[in-house]
């Protein structure tokens, strides 16, 4: 193993490679006529030291995630269990990871299954890393090894690994060359890091490669081996009858309004603009999905448009001006809201609850009343919809008038509940036999009905705080055409992920009826990820 010393490159080509195609790395790489890589590239590589606080502070919302990856990679050089760190899309899983592994300033390999798009280019892409190899023209932007077969990647791996290994330890009390080199690689254990791992799951042989990199750990037997799996989908929908032991979960939840407005006010210069525009419109956003990503493409435009009416961006603005720009403003937050709606349907909730249905992953614990414990991927509207469903199993139909109240919301719910107590005797003998029967079935009609309801309810109404002309409920807009068609294909997923079973047709109507087949516990779990208080809606004799 070559032990070069100088350390000029800043690594991290790692992310650079998920932006640029490797023919534009590669040709840069030439154009620059970068020097050797050495063991001192395998770490993050920037100058400045990361700190503890600087690490929390650099990604809001995460701080739980950050300590908990820290404690379980342990102190430096400290035998780890492979970990499986895992959550919904752009909820800084990755971010996480690397920023982590700045601030301990350890060797790692990372490889992302996105830009590797088979077994043999990960395979290359780990072996060219740890062999500190570079493509380029003088060797004919070939890889360090050739390497086609699973075993002739694991030959190659244990030693490539041991050679890095033995290499750290050889490197440990050397003081670094010159001050630059403060990088200097801390430990003598390597990392691999393997990112976007749900991806595999689509790459051929995946029924084979998948339990082998789970198994890595026990095959290769190298104790300096850290594993770390990074992946948007939960570990269950991964388990085959391969019996790998299960690596260590971290669960990265949806950020919640808070986290999200900490990551979008991150270094503004005008930060109490931004900040009045996010106390407008993230709550009704933040129901609708909490991706960053999506989130983000959303916002920006808006709050261009939300800037347009004034001269000096460094305006703090007052009450009277929050007024004003919010007037103007509105129009254009329903095309939005259905806009986003509308990207955040199908695909992922049919991801999200194919994932949902497979899970049943021993290691995490239920029953918590945390809600950094649920691990749904679905997006908001698919969350209240299951709700829905579930409200219209378990509820006799005649108490809906109860709950919900025409204007949607349970604002009038006591008042209505009161009325209805009184002709509950009446209607005892059947709900009693009713509930004997497990959920009930329900038409479409009524399922949308609730849906409406809920998400129209008042108490999620736009401006809270505001003067009450200004309330603008996310409810009115579900009411578009575009948009409910949208509505009907989750309720589609949702049916063909036996969420919502048919429940046969009904000989009277003649339509289809439905029947939620999820439980009190897990509906709950549901609600309390989206904050909502399901048992004021749940009737119970
Ligand atoms: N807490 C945060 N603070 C600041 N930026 C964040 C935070 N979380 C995510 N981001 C930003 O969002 C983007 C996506 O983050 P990242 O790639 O880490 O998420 P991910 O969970 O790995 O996503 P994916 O599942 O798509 O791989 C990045 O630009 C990242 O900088």
Redesign the pocket.
């Known amino acids: 193993m070559s032990k070069e010393e100088s350390p000029q490159v800043t690594r991290r080509t790692t992310r650079l490679s998920s932006s640029y195609t490797p023919n534009e790395i590669e040709s840069a790489a030439k154009r620059i006529n970068l020097p050797p890589l050495t063991l001192r590239d395998l770490v993050f590589g920037e100058e400045e030291p990361l700190t503890l606080d600087g690490l929390i502070s ?5 701080r739980n995630q950050i300590l908990e990856i820290l404690r379980l990679l342990g102190p430096v050089n400290c035998p780890v269990s492979p970990l499986f760190v895992y ?10 990871i690397l920023q982590v592994f700045r601030h301990l300033n350890r060797p790692f390999v990372y490889s992302s299954c ?1 830009t590797c798009y088979n077994a043999r280019q990960l395979f290359d892409n780990i072996l060219n890393q740890l062999l500190l190899h570079r493509k380029s023209e003088i060797n004919d932007y070939s890889s360090a090894k050739k390497c086609e077969k699973q075993a002739d990647f694991i030959n190659l791996l244990k030693e490539a690994l041991v050679g890095v290994v033995d290499g750290l330890k050889g490197n440990v009390g050397k003081s670094p060359r010159s001050k630059k080199s403060e990088g200097c690689v801390n430990g003598s254990m390597v990392y691999l890091i393997f ?2 791992l749900e991806l595999v799951r689509d790459w051929d042989k995946s029924a084979t490669i998948l339990p082998l990199l789970f198994k890595l750990h026990d095959i290769l037997k190298v104790p300096d081996l850290g594993l770390i799996f ?1 992946s ?1 989908s939960s570990l269950d929908t991964y388990h085959s009858d391969t019996g790998f032991v299960d690596p260590i979960p971290v669960y ?1 939840p949806d ?1 919640t309004e808070e ?1 999200l407005k900490q ?1 979008f006010m ?1 270094n503004q210069s005008n930060s109490k603009l931004l900040s009045t525009f996010l106390d407008v419109v993230l709550k009704p956003f933040c129901r609708v999905t909490r991706r ?2 999506e989130l983000s493409t959303a916002l920006s435009p808006l709050f261009k448009k939300y800037c347009e009416p004034l001269d000096d961006l460094d305006v703090i603005p007052n009450e009277e001006t929050r007024r004003q720009l919010f007037t103007c403003l509105q129009p254009h937050i329903g095309p939005a809201l259905n806009e986003i709606f509308r990207v955040t349907s199908e695909p992922s909730v049919e991801a999200g609850i194919k994932n949902n249905l497979k899970r049943k992953n021993p290691l995490k614990k239920f029953g918590n009343d945390s809600v950094d414990d649920i691990d749904f991927h679905m997006s908001t509207s698919a969350k209240y919809l299951l709700i829905s469903a579930f409200l219209a199993s378990r509820n006799p139909a005649t108490l809906d008038a109860s709950f919900f109240d025409s204007t949607g919301g349970s604002a009038n719910q006591k008042k209505k509940r009161k009325a209805s107590e009184k002709s509950r005797d009446l209607k005892e003998a059947s709900e009693q036999e009713q509930f004997m029967k497990g959920p009930g079935t329900f038409p479409l009609e009524r399922l949308l009905a609730i849906f409406q309801c809920l998400t129209s309810s008042e108490e999620y109404s736009l401006e809270e705080d505001e003067d009450s002309q200004e309330k603008t409920s996310l409810g009115g807009d579900f009411g578009e055409n575009s948009l409910m068609s949208d509505i009907l294909l989750q309720v589609s997923s949702l049916c063909s992920a036996n969420f919502i079973t048919k429940g046969g047709s009904c000989p009277l109507e003649g339509s289809t009826r439905y029947r939620s087949t999820v439980s009190e516990d897990l509906a709950l779990k549901v609600a309390r990820s989206l904050k909502f208080p399901l048992s004021k809606y749940l009737y119970r004799r």
């Open positions: 650099s990604l809001p919302g995460r959550g919904g899309v752009s909820t800084g899983k990755t971010s996480t996105r990112d976007s990074i948007s990265f950020y986290g990551i991150r960053l990503d």
